[in-house]
């Protein structure tokens, strides 16, 4: 069974950081690109960023850089998403998505289930 656990969110004041983990099972991790996405709810789902392999081929989202990075720890199967000097228009949910490495594209196969991030200013 895949599962994907998002972990670190909370409500933070403009100007702070977090960061966001996400555990995962049920697939090898080392040949899955992981992303991240966020929604604001009535709005589209946004994308983040995603990672390939451990240290390169990360890529994110116009404007996501230099706030946001993502990593990965292959032998504890997470991925991480850091934000720093969060502001009130990221307040979302936070969601995390793998796919194998080999595709492309936007579409992602599996997902998790979320957790709130709440910006205040």
């Known amino acids: 069974q895949v599962l994907l656990v998002e972990s670190g969110g909370g409500s933070v004041q403009a100007g702070d950081s977090l960061r966001l983990s996400c555990a995962t099972s049920g697939f090898t991790f080392s040949t899955y690109a992981m992303a991240w996405f966020r929604q604001v709810p009535g709005k589209e789902r946004e994308y983040v960023g995603h990672?390939?392999?451990?240290?390169?081929?990360?890529t994110y989202a116009d404007g996501m850089k230099p706030r946001f990075t993502i990593t990965r720890d292959m032998p504890k199967k997470t991925t991480y998403l850091q934000m720093n000097t969060l502001e009130p228009k990221d307040t979302a949910v936070y969601y995390c998505?793998?796919?194998?490495?080999?595709?492309?594209?936007?579409?992602?196969?599996?997902w998790g289930q979320g957790t709130q991030v709440t910006v205040s200013s």
């Open positions: 990672i390939i392999t451990n240290g390169g081929g990360t």
């Open positions: 998505a793998a796919r194998p490495a080999w595709k492309s594209g936007p579409d992602f196969d599996y």
